[in-house]
Every structure is written in structure tokens, then in C-alpha cells.
């Protein structure tokens, strides 16, 4: 398993922007694919962006598409999602997982991080 621990999170005005970051512990963060989830209350929990192991190919979807940006660095072991023109429905404790993989609508990951509490304000 990949240690994963994300920052970044806290609280923002409807419009503003977020920067999260995820580091991984694992010198092999390079060969896996890298996704970023969030959970609001009450809700299950929704993919929100990934990444390659290149880095070449991302995949949103609609609700963040055009505001949200997954990028990585493999030489510093981390991912990051950028997220702009937030919307108070992107409040949410958002996660970053590794070694993810896709079944028609539904992910799995092999490891999980702890989490980061994101709150936009109306």
C-alpha cells in the first residue's frame, strides 16, 4: 500500500480557488494511476478527477469539468488538483487514492489518504 496524506483544504467564497495537494510515501507513486474523491454529508462518495501514471491522461467528471485540474509530479511524489470558480456544492472532505481502476461507474483504489475538509461559502 501507498501512504497518502493531502493538504490544502479549508475555507473559500463562491468563485475562489483551491489548491490541494497529495503526497505519496512510496518511491513507486510514478507507475499508478491517481484519483481524487470527495464525500459531502449525507452523500456518498463521487469521483472528482484522475491522472495517469504519466500524467498524459486526466478524466473529469461534468459537475467539475472546465473548473477542476489534475496534474502530477513524480519527481516530488505528488499529485494535485487545482479547482477554480468553486461552487459551496463542491463543500466536501475530498480524498486522493492510488492504484485506481474504473468498472463502468464505479472505482476502487488501493489506498486511501485521510482526507482534506474543503468549505466554499455562499
Known sequence: QVQLV????????????LRLS???????????????????????????????????????PNPVKGRFTISRDNAKN???LQMNSLKPEDTAVYYCAAEIRRSGDTW??????QGTQVTVSS
Open 6 to 17: 493531502e493538504s490544502g483544504g479549508g475555507w473559500m467564497q463562491a468563485g475562489g480557488s
Open 78 to 80: 505528488t499529485v494535485y
Open 22 to 60: 497529495c503526497a505519496a510515501s512510496r518511491r513507486t507513486f510514478g507507475t499508478y494511476a491517481i484519483g481524487w474523491f470527495r464525500q459531502a454529508p449525507w452523500k456518498e462518495r463521487e469521483f472528482v478527477a484522475a491522472i495517469g501514471w504519466s500524467g498524459s491522461t486526466t478524466n473529469y
Open 108 to 113: 476502487s483504489a488501493g489506498s486511501w489518504g
